[in-house]
Nanobody
Framework: QVQLVESGGGLQQAGGSLRLSCAAS????????LGWFRQAPGQEREFVAA?????????????YYADSVKGRFSISRDNAKNTVYLQMNTLKPDDTAVYYC??????????????????????WGQGTQVTVSS
């Protein structure tokens, strides 16, 4: 069982920045592929960003982004702290949503994940609200 706890959400004006954190339990954190998803009111949950773990095989990059956040958001991980971050810059009102951290834990080494699919992720955090005012 892996627990994920998000923090760092809040209210920010358009053009501002926020950094979300997600602290994970578990002894094999470096193996986990970690993702951020978001869900706006009345909308489906959508992929935001992912950072690959050592168990997964993907292309040359180890970070991936939705087109809507590319160039504005940055995902990173600190394996020593069992934490993944989402730095969000140049925020827009459309970024308003509950942001969820997710972990792909039960991946067989050397397999290829579908990073944008919710079904690839085994554990989820409770979410943190991000509100961007215009």
């Amino acid at each position: 069982q892996v627990q994920l706890v998000e923090s760092g959400g809040g209210l920010q004006q358009a053009g501002g920045s926020l950094r979300l954190s997600c602290a994970a339990s578990g002894r094999s954190f470096s193996r986990y592929t970690l993702g951020w998803f978001r869900q706006a009111p009345g909308q489906e949950r959508e992929f935001v960003a992912a950072v690959v773990g050592v168990a997964a095989v993907v292309g040359n990059a180890n970070t991936y982004y939705a087109d809507s956040v590319k160039g504005r958001f940055s995902i990173s991980r600190d394996n020593a702290k069992n934490t993944v971050y989402l730095q969000m810059n140049t925020l827009k009102p459309d970024d308003t949503a509950v942001y969820y951290c997710a972990a792909d834990v039960y991946r067989e080494t050397g397999t290829i994940p579908n990073l944008t699919s919710m079904s690839e992720y085994d554990f989820w955090g409770q979410g943190t609200q991000v509100t961007v005012s215009s």
